[in-house]
């Protein structure tokens, strides 16, 4: 079965840039949707397909997809960017979510 | 505005059976294609099923197949998710989760807050 891997954590000092890492086999063929969740909440769509921001996401948030890795990256991080992060991807019937990443605001 | 209300979470002893509702409300219900994802305590996110938008095809994690059935009624606006033959393994919170697609699985765009399911004898 296909399998997402993405960093535990990932810690980066307020106003910096947090790069998300989701690695998966060929995952540059594949369209990759990126969802936040923050503790007690429903996960919220952050990126579609590769590189697409839902209204309201701040452009803050980009993302990029070539070859084994997917990325998702906050420029200018803000303290409510604090929460985990997952990839996604649809595969041979079957929706994959990666193992999920904490972003922590130092 | 786009609503997902989720129902029916509880405890329940292991191997019996258990339905969760979602209704919808705030757009056409029968131009979306639905999923079920599922999270345990402390865990992260897991794919349950997904279900076109007129019910004709459905597909499943291997983790339930053969003992969750997703359904929907476009009449009622609402989602299903039969669970039978529950174990402790299927403990979590359940979110229903509109994907941006009638058919082709693409984004899950709008999530529901999501129903809490406890197998334990």
């Known amino acids: 079965s296909y399998e997402l891997t993405q960093p535990f954590s990932v810690s980066v000092a307020l106003g910096q840039t947090a790069i998300i890492t989701c690695g998966g086999n060929?995952?540059?063929?594949?369209?990759v949707h990126w969802y936040q969740q923050k503790p007690g909440q429903a996960p919220v769509l952050v990126m579609y397909?590769?590189?697409h921001r839902p209204s309201g996401i701040p452009e803050r948030f980009s993302g990029s997809n070539s070859g084994n890795t997917a990325t998702l990256t906050i420029s200018r991080v803000q303290v409510g960017d604090e929460a985990d992060y997952y990839c996604?991807?649809?595969?041979?019937?079957?929706?994959?979510f990666g193992t999920g990443t904490e972003v922590t605001v130092l | 505005q786009v609503q997902l209300v989720e129902s029916g979470g509880g405890v329940v002893q292991p191997g019996r059976s258990l339905r969760l509702s979602c209704v919808a409300s705030?757009?056409?219900?029968?131009?979306?294609?639905f999923h079920w994802v599922r999270q345990a305590p402390g865990k992260g996110l897991e794919w349950v099923a997904f279900i076109w938008y007129d019910g004709s095809n459905t597909y499943y994690a291997d983790s339930v197949k053969g003992r969750f059935t997703i359904s929907r009624d476009n009449s009622e606006n609402t989602l299903y998710l039969q669970m039978n033959s529950l174990r402790a393994g299927d403990t979590a919170v359940y979110y229903c989760?509109?994907?941006?697609?009638?058919?082709?699985?693409?984004?899950?765009?709008?999530w529901g807050q999501g129903t809490l399911v406890i197998v334990s004898s």
């Open positions: 989760a509109r994907d941006n697609s009638r058919s082709v699985v693409s984004e899950a765009d709008y």
């Open positions: 705030g757009f056409t219900f029968s131009n979306f294609g």
């Open positions: 996604q991807v649809w595969d041979t019937s079957t929706v994959v």
């Open positions: 397909r590769d590189r």
């Open positions: 060929n995952i540059g063929s594949k369209n």
